[in-house]
């Protein structure tokens, strides 16, 4: 049975840092690409980050480029994202993903797997 986990969600300040950890079993770990979305009040699923299976490549959404780090490391079945700059707009439930895919990683449907999010408030 396939479950991702995450954690790390919590009220940040403005300007300030977090990071969000995701853990997975059931997988293996290591063949799976991994994304991050967010999803705001009465918005949709937006996606943040990914980091390839295949090479280790990494992507982001333009909202986050050059704020947000994602990593992964496979040994502990778990990938990260770093957030730095926080901004009010940041604030959302963050989602971790995870799927067999070689391209095509901002598109929702193409992920198999989901954690159950972890919220992440940003105060003005």
């Known amino acids: 049975q396939v479950q991702l986990v995450e954690s790390g969600g919590r009220l940040v300040q403005t300007g300030g840092s977090l990071r969000l950890s995701c853990a997975a079993s059931?997988?293996?770990?290591?063949?799976?690409?991994m994304g991050w979305f967010r999803q705001a009040p009465g918005k949709e699923r937006e996606f943040v980050a990914a980091?390839?299976?295949?090479?280790?490549?990494?992507y982001y959404g333009d909202s986050v480029k050059g704020r947000f780090t994602i990593s992964r490391d496979n040994a502990k079945n778990t990938v990260y994202v770093q957030m730095r700059s926080l901004k009010p707009e940041d604030t959302a439930v963050y989602y971790c993903?995870?799927?067999?895919?070689?391209?095509?990683?901002?598109?929702?449907?193409?992920?198999?797997?989901w954690g159950q999010g972890t919220q992440v408030t940003v105060s003005s």
């Open positions: 980091v390839s299976w295949a090479d280790g490549r990494t």
């Open positions: 059931g997988v293996t770990f290591s063949m799976f690409s």
């Open positions: 993903a995870a799927a067999r895919l070689a391209y095509g990683f901002e598109n929702t449907d193409r992920y198999n797997y």
